[in-house]
């Protein structure tokens, strides 16, 4: 008897990933066999997202395209819609299983019962009275250059704009010892890069008993035999204390690459976000980190068009994002989510200066890009060169410390090994260079 197909379609953000090869890691240890999401399966798992109105949108066609594929699959949705709307997600016809965020571990068991005939189309606890993190499967990463380990779930701050505390719950840590042998077993089978992951990373290890933080951490991964890079994902302005600023300057496997979140330049706007921060204190921090550590890449998130918003207030976030060193920025038009406080405001900035506004800062960012790959150009960098081939060129991509891709030349055999590259030059996003 052939094995049962599962195929995984996964929306949203970088943890529903790491979530969605956790849970293929722990059916593929049942006997399932997973296929491509474009391909008929027995069962098929959807991964949801729930951060904006357009997210769930994107999650109703992500089901009915499953249904379409695999018209005769058992259909299960998980994830965040899952976790907020599950009686709206069970309404839908093609759907036969919805497992909350906060049950997706016993998602293996329940799927066994659906298979053998057992009623109960619904399970949704409680996230919010979710107090640990359950202990993962080693995910599967099969052959990917990077592998990402999820080390911290939920979050503690309550933004105005946000869903997912609601969606994921308070924050909650994996106890260090698993994290390290996690890390261990990662770089043991060849992931010469890690990235930690989390909703609120840098609340990692204050829920814990005995308490710890995430530079005591990175510390300790630091010291991985045969980890070359080590990296971050979004951290908050706050949580840079002086501690963690001493590792991320001093630690020789910490990636030069941080995302912090910025939203606003504004002061007035972002104490209606509910950010824990003043645009003073992201500057500060910003300059200090980029004088600290050569090279750096650095990252941010703005949300253009938030209600209340004035022209001025854009003014001042594209003055600061002006002035400060990034190299790249994703930009967010508001998009009201049901269920959270600024759904709710008033003074709404209509559709077109919205658009006008985030089109002006995406070509802010672009410039900043250009002129970050402008000055690599005659320099030697490391480079991680990842598992695909760049689509235009057919090249190697190569990924460096600072998170800028160079295209180059080279066999498939430099696939997923550190290689050093000579930036040749830069054009526009692209960033070209020839192996040395």
């Known amino acids: 008897m052939s094995a049962r197909t599962v195929a995984f379609a996964t929306l949203g953000c970088r943890l529903n990933q790491v979530d969605s090869a956790q849970l293929q890691t722990a059916l593929e240890a049942r006997g399932f066999r997973t296929v491509p999401v474009a391909a008929p399966a027995d069962v098929v798992v959807v991964n949801t997202c729930t951060v904006t109105a357009r997210a769930e949108c994107s999650d109703r066609q992500a089901i009915r395209r499953a249904a379409r594929v695999s018209p005769g699959a058992r259909l299960v949705v998980t994830g965040c819609w899952a976790q907020t709307s599950p009686g709206e997600v069970a309404g839908l016809a093609e759907v036969d299983l919805v497992v909350g965020n906060a049950d997706k571990a016993r998602l293996p068991d329940l799927l066994e019962g659906l298979l053998a005939g057992a009623p109960g189309r619904v399970h949704v606890s409680d996230v919010a009275a979710a107090r640990a993190v359950a202990v993962p499967p080693l995910a599967r990463v099969g052959g990917r250059s990077r592998a990402f380990l999820k080390v911290q779930e939920g979050c503690q701050h309550r933004c105005a704009f946000c869903i997912v505390p609601r969606a994921r719950g308070r924050s909650r840590s994996l106890e260090p010892r698993v994290v390290l042998d996690h890390a261990r077993r990662l770089v043991e089978a060849g992931h010469v890069e890690l990235t930690l992951t ?239």
């Not at 080590?230 to 020789?252: C, D, G, H, I, N």
């Not at 645009?279 to 910003?286: G, I, K, N, Q």
């Open 198 to 436: 989390g909703v609120d990373l840098g609340h990692y290890g204050a829920d814990l008993l005995p308490r710890t933080t995430l530079a005591a951490l990175l510390r300790a991964l630091d010291a991985l035999p045969g980890l070359r890079w080590l990296r971050l994902s979004s951290l908050l302005p706050a949580y840079f204390t002086e501690e963690l600023l001493e590792v991320l300057t001093a630690a020789p496997r910490l990636a030069p690459h941080l995302h912090v979140p910025l939203q606003s330049g504004s002061d007035r706007v972002l104490r209606r976000m509910r950010r824990p921060y003043t645009a003073r204190l992201y500057r500060r921090l910003v300059e200090r980190l980029a004088a600290a550590i050569p090279g750096l890449g650095l990252g941010a998130d703005v949300i253009v068009g938030f209600p209340g918003e004035r022209e001025a207030d854009f003014a001042a976030t594209r003055a600061l994002v002006e002035a400060l060193p990034f190299s790249y920025l994703h930009v967010f038009p508001f998009s009201a989510r049901r269920g959270t406080e600024a759904a709710t405001l008033g003074d709404r900035v209509d559709a077109r200066t919205a658009a006008r506004r985030g089109r002006e800062l995406r070509e802010l960012g672009g410039a900043k890009r250009a002129a970050f790959g402008a000055r690599l150009v005659g320099g030697v960098q490391e480079v991680l060169v990842l598992e695909t081939r760049d689509r235009a060129s057919g090249d190697l991509v190569g990924l460096t410390g600072n998170y800028v891709e160079v295209v180059f030349p080279g066999p498939d055999a430099r696939m997923r090994t550190l290689a050093r590259v000579r930036v040749t030059g830069a054009r526009g996003d692209r960033t070209l260079g020839e192996p040395w």
